[in-house]
């Protein structure tokens, strides 16, 4: 599955509203879509800062772990943020309407996306 196929497929999941794929090296947008009124490119070069601080801290505290995903809950959103382990350098961002989706199964959608990217 290449990066768009990604994307789409991730925007089938129940309630949600963008998904992309994002190079945390350098912040860079690989591919993205949806309806959400998310502007992509802002928010993968905010949410590389999130993924990268995160990896600092990991390694600041001497822990040898892998991150499965990063959650941040909002008002009305969910973003999921998940490190792609087979490349690394590379997240999932997925944004989902709360009070349309079901977490847990975003989480799978997230999971079989990850195990199927190429």
Avoid at 23 to 47: F, H, K, P, Q, R
Avoid at 63 to 76: A, Q
């Amino acid at each position: 599955m290449n990066y768009n196929e990604c994307v789409t497929e991730l925007l089938k999941t129940e309630g949600a509203l963008a998904a992309a794929v994002v190079d945390y090296s350098s912040g860079m947008l690989l591919a993205g879509g949806g309806t959400s009124s998310v502007e992509l490119e802002i928010a993968a070069a905010g949410n590389t800062e999130v993924v990268r601080a995160k990896m600092k801290t990991m390694g600041m505290l001497g822990l040898n772990d892998t991150i499965d995903d990063i959650l941040i809950t909002l008002g009305e959103q969910y973003h999921l943020l998940r490190p792609v382990t087979k490349q690394n350098g590379l997240f999932l961002y997925f944004v989902l309407d709360k009070s349309k989706s079901n977490l847990a199964l975003a989480r799978r959608a997230l999971t079989a996306v990850e195990k199927a990217l190429k």
